[in-house]
């Protein structure tokens, strides 16, 4: 069974940093896409980042660029968004996509989901 789990989360003050890890198992890592999306309670799920296979093409929601970065390392199975200058309305439960196509990463209509970490930002 395919899996993707998430961790990192936690709870940090304004201004801090956290990195989220992403763990794809049962796929061959180096042939996905990844990305990075988030919901906050009461709001849709959006767009974070997403990371092509081999990392050469990146995007990133505006609203996060400038303070995020997403990486990965396909020796380890593993996508990485690293975030800085965090804000409490970073605040949302954060879930790893994984999908062969890059644009389905980016539209949110991955193969494949995780079941998100929680990062709670205080101000």
């Known amino acids: 069974q395919v899996r993707l789990v998430e961790s990192g989360g936690g709870l940090v003050q304004a201004g801090g940093s956290l990195r989220l890890s992403c763990t794809l198992s049962r796929l061959t890592f180096s042939n996905y896409a990844m990305g990075w999306f988030r919901q906050a309670p009461g709001k849709d799920r959006e767009f974070v980042a997403v990371?092509?296979?081999?990392?050469?093409?990146?995007d990133y929601a505006d609203s996060v660029k400038g303070r995020f970065t997403i990486s990965r390392d396909n020796a380890k199975n593993t996508v990485y968004l690293q975030m800085n200058s965090l804000k409490p309305e970073d605040t949302a439960v954060y879930y790893c996509?994984?999908?062969?196509?890059?644009?389905?990463?980016?539209?949110?209509?991955?193969?494949?989901w995780g079941q998100g970490t929680q990062v709670t930002v205080s101000s």
């Open positions: 990371i092509s296979w081999s990392g050469g093409s990146i």
């Open positions: 996509a994984a999908d062969l196509k890059f644009r389905a990463v980016r539209s949110g209509t991955s193969d494949y």
